[in-house]
């Protein structure tokens, strides 16, 4: 029995689903990774893509404070220069329910907003964060990619020759999906986070990426 409970402890699973309730998952012991493979509203995408044709940087983020679970996140200011764009509402009330989500789900009070335009890989060799748990979605453009345990030798993180050559080796987020990756702060987590780099988007290529950290 101890023993079944120490092979329990080497290995991390990773899950995806076509529902929301997959993210819960991420609360599971054995769990680094939860992904909700869902399909964007087609309003939301136009207004992703929208934003990508003004060819802008955007680069923004807040530190939301909320006093119990009930509370809507206040995101005045935020990409307050896409106001005028037809899909804007749709788009900040999506972003409401994630952080909404995302916060009733963790239990958090404290959450790390960013909404980035990005043209290259922000980090581009395979890492883990230093945070409990991460919710990356892309709205637009190409999704992280990210390996299964076991494909690449955690001691060699950040070391371009022990990255797997093998493309088949090398998963990716598909465009809308919500992923909850754990880091290595999650208690219990240590030595397991979720293993992901940004991907190379081609030239000329762009991404409308948000995140959200729960720092506490």
């Known amino acids: 029995m101890h023993a079944l409970g120490m092979l329990q402890t080497r290995t991390r699973h990773q899950y995806q689903g076509m529902a929301p309730q997959t993210l819960t998952k991420i609360l599971e012991d054995d769990v680094n990774l939860a992904v909700w493979q869902r399909q964007l509203p087609v309003h939301i995408a136009d207004f992703a893509q929208l934003v990508l044709s003004l060819n802008e940087p955007l680069a923004e983020s807040l530190c939301l404070e909320l006093p119990d679970e009930d509370a809507e996140p206040d ?41 980035r335009v990005l ?36 001691a060699q993180l950040g070391q371009a020759h022990a990255e797997p050559q ?29 293993i992901h780099r940004s991907p190379q988007p081609a030239v000329g290529v762009r991404r409308l990426l948000l995140t959200l950290d729960w720092l506490g």
Not at 130 to 150: M, N
């Open 166 to 194: 093998d493309a088949a080796c090398i998963r990716q987020f598909g465009c809308g999906d919500v992923a909850l990756l754990k880091g290595e702060k999650w208690h219990g987590n240590e030595g397991f986070g979720l």
């Open 119 to 154: 043209d290259r890989a922000m980090c581009p060799r395979f890492h883990v964060d230093h945070v409990p748990v991460r919710l990356i979605t892309t709205y637009a453009g190409v999704g992280s990619q990210w390996l299964e345990e076991g494909v690449m030798d955690r």
């Open 75 to 115: 995101l005045d200011g935020l990409a307050s220069g896409l106001r005028d764009l037809e899909g804007f509402e749709g788009f900040m009330t999506d972003l409401k329910w994630l952080i909404s989500a995302f916060a009733c789900l963790l239990g958090a009070r404290r959450i790390g907003v960013r909404l």
